[in-house]
């Protein structure tokens, strides 16, 4: 009986030092867009005329420097048009009667912010009119009844997320063949998105809108992720597993914005998480569910692009192993069905 030897102690402090850096790097990952997060530049529209715009624009810089980028709208219906086109996140209208427009479902945090502008602006129009001047608040855009307060649309990339992580890395150690993977990862996608919508919108009541185009996004998400993953695992072997956990969980999940609007996130993190797929997938599925309005070419580009680029990375892999998967997963293959290692023939089984 063979005796293994214990692990020496310079190698067991240099992996409890590594694991730490590890764990360290997590939470710097996860905690850093909430502890970095900051209000600056956030699109707010202010209708009226130029001599009643200019003060109210001085007292938001002077009562929140740096937080809204105004942008100045004719009238009230101007103003509405872009908060429903989520081209801005609110709106003050200025005029004969002032009003707030706030979107909930665009961010539930901008809309509190602008909220508590009603008593500060309806006291600083009184003094400038002489008279008692009240501003209501709208809310153009609130959410769903079956998810008030947008929890679930503030966490629904994370286990989409995690989906797609699972499809990749479980095709990639359970079925052999580039092409094969490419399918099953297509079918996981397919079936995936259809059920996960169907919790969301059918089960929680947290999405609106056509149930079948959000089963696409989450499908689209799913694939691109698990795609990428299978194109890596392809090319590099079962290395390229840690690619997934690595992009799409500590580097694509916090820049996703989902809580928060991504202007709140150091320039340029914020746009560039909306190019990935978790960020990507959050904005289109509350664009699709609550600002039908709103533009969203871009946001379908960046999921077809990552699915796109998994399909050129397997293809890539598929003609550098002469059609099949990793040589490592050739040959676990081959000697669990008892094929001589190394027979071409058995890669395309």
Do not use: C
Not at 156 to 184: C, D, E, F, Q, Y
């Amino acid at each position: 009986m063979t005796v293994q030897p214990h692990t020496p102690w310079r190698r067991l402090v240099g992996l409890g030092a590594a694991l730490a850096a590890v764990v360290t790097l997590i939470a710097l990952a996860f905690l850093w867009p909430s502890a970095a997060s900051d209000a600056h530049d956030l699109p707010l529209a202010v209708a009226g005329p130029a001599t009643a715009t200019a003060p109210v624009e001085q007292g938001l810089e002077q009562r929140a420097p740096g937080t809204f980028d105004v942008v100045e709208v004719a009238d009230r219906g101007a103003a509405e048009h872009l908060v429903l086109s989520r081209d801005v996140y609110g709106a003050i209208v200025l005029g004969d009667q002032p009003e707030i427009l706030t979107a909930t479902a665009s961010s539930s945090v901008v809309a509190q912010q602008l909220a508590a502008l009603s008593p500060v602006l309806a006291q600083q129009l009184s003094e400038v009119t002489g008279t008692d001047v009240s501003v209501p608040v709208t809310d153009l855009v609130p959410l769903a009844a079956g998810d008030p307060r947008g929890t679930i649309l503030g966490l629904v990339t994370l286990p989409i997320v995690i989906g797609g992580m699972i499809g990749g890395i479980g095709i990639s150690l359970l079925v052999v063949g580039v092409w094969r993977r490419v399918a099953a990862a297509g079918v996981y996608a397919a079936v995936g998105g259809l059920a996960v919508a169907g919790v969301l919108q059918g089960l929680f009541g947290a999405l609106q809108g056509s149930y079948l185009v959000n089963a696409g996004i989450i499908a689209l998400t799913l694939a691109g992720i698990a795609s990428v993953i299978i194109g890596f695992v392809s090319i590099v072997g079962r290395a390229g597993i840690a690619i997934g956990p690595v992009l799409f969980l500590l580097v694509a999940n916090p820049l996703a914005s989902t809580a928060a609007p991504w202007q709140m996130l150091p320039a340029p993190w914020g746009q560039i998480g909306q190019w990935f797929p978790p960020g990507a997938a959050a904005a289109l599925l509350r664009d699709h569910s609550y600002f039908p309005q709103a533009s969203t070419a871009s946001l379908w580009l960046a999921l077809v692009g990552w699915v796109v680029l998994g399909l050129v990375l397997s293809t890539v892999g598929h003609f550098r192993n002469t059609g099949g998967a990793t040589a490592g997963a050739i040959e676990e293959a081959e000697e669990a069905e008892g094929i001589e290692v190394g027979d071409p023939k058995a890669a395309f089984a």
